[in-house]
């Protein structure tokens, strides 16, 4: 694998280019809403505020480019999942949190939508997710998954056994799937330079190459200068540790991916995947793949979960040993390919919350609003969160009411912050090294329950 390019960002960059850069904040500025960050939240948050009242003056301060972080790295599963809906149900009740699952379900379709009405080219594929099973125990927790699903409310989703698994794609020892049409494939950096695009259109103000050092009611702190606004909304995501006083409220989390050179129509045809499907399984580290719309196959692990002190990024460089682990679930998957070249391997960060439940908030006494935590499951949940930022800012300022965004459960949630180093590092490498064992072992030992220490690191670590 000499030949793998490692970092530059994220593959999709090398495909798709970097975008020309936007001048930086030129000294102090005043508007009417700032925000933070320029993933998919900052830009969503400014394109739905924007386009529901055009006369608001918005700057949005990136620290690099739109699209540095994990909205320009991801998998590309633009998916109905959401991290917390279980908590948030035994907290407000089952119908809140359907209620919640449902606004996920219509979220797929409103980015489908409106990147189509934005003239947004994202390479989207509407093909529905697939997760697979290859051993006992995650048959056992498939089968379970997906009844949780219906029981959410997705009556389209459906479950199949080995030969109808294959006959979608042939991935070796696969015992069985569940499928949902809510979800759909996409070109991540396609997506936020389109959106980055479609804002500025709309008369954003996107200032890049300027770090917030830190967040006051009204005030953004950059070194250039100082944006003084009503609302400054956070969304920063997996860097939010670098903000002052910030530095335990979400852990930054890796997640690595590989891609591989496009497959010839011969191994395709091997493969199947005419479906294009997003695809998972049910392991504990589990992956998530995609086929690319150039033929490729881009594949996520967890690699180095996490770095010391909540450290966040070097571009995407990712360590070589989970280079070589993601290759293995590749081959693992797909023995025919074990000569395929890697083109590209690279890593990026997520957030984690405490309680692993992704959040939208506004505080209304001081005009500070933030949405994220949404550890692996982004994408979509992205918009939905911008648009409930919308929604906060708007009744605020009394422009709307309460709106169904504004009482989902997510809203206004508030956790207790990561435990001080070293015991954050401890907690999350043994957490990893459980998976990973427990994951060994329902390889290789038939069965059905998962075993005993990977439920209590659930437990312990505040996931379940
Ligand atoms: C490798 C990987 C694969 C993933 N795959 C999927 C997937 O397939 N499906 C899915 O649903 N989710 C996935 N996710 C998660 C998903 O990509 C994210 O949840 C989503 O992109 C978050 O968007 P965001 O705008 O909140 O954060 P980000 O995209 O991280 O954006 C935050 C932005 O804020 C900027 N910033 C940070 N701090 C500051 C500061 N102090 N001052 C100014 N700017 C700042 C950053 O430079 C960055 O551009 C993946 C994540 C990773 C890392």
Redesign the pocket.
Known sequence: MSSTINGGISFWYADHGTPAPREPLPGDESADVCI???????LWTAYYLKKAAPFLRITV????F??????G???????N?IAGRDRYARLHGREAAVRLQEAMNETVTEVIETAKAEGIDADIHHGGVLEVAYTPAQLARLKEFHATELAYGEKDRTLHGARETADRIRVAGAVGSTWTPHGARLHPVKLVKGLAAAVEALGVTIHES????EIKPKHAITPYGTVRAPYILR?????TA??KGQRRTWLPMN???IATEPLSDTQWESIGWEGRETLGDMAHAYM?AQRTADGRITL?GRGVPYRYGSKTDNDGRTQPATIEALHEILTRFFPQLAGVEIAHAW????GVPRDWCATVTLDRATGLGWA?G?V???????NLAARTLRDLVQQDSGQAGTTDLTTLPWVNHKVRKWEPEPFRWLGVQGMYATYRNADRQELTTPTTQAPRLARIANRLSGRH
């Open positions: 933070v960050g320029g993933g998919y939240t900052g301060l990136e620290q690099k739109c699209g540095y972080g994990a909205s790295r991801n998998g590309g599963w633009l998916y999942g300027t770090p917030v050092t969304c920063t995501e997996g860097f670098s903000l997640s690595s991916m998530y996520g890593s990026g960060v997520l994220g949404y692996g499951s982004g994408v979509a949940t992205a």
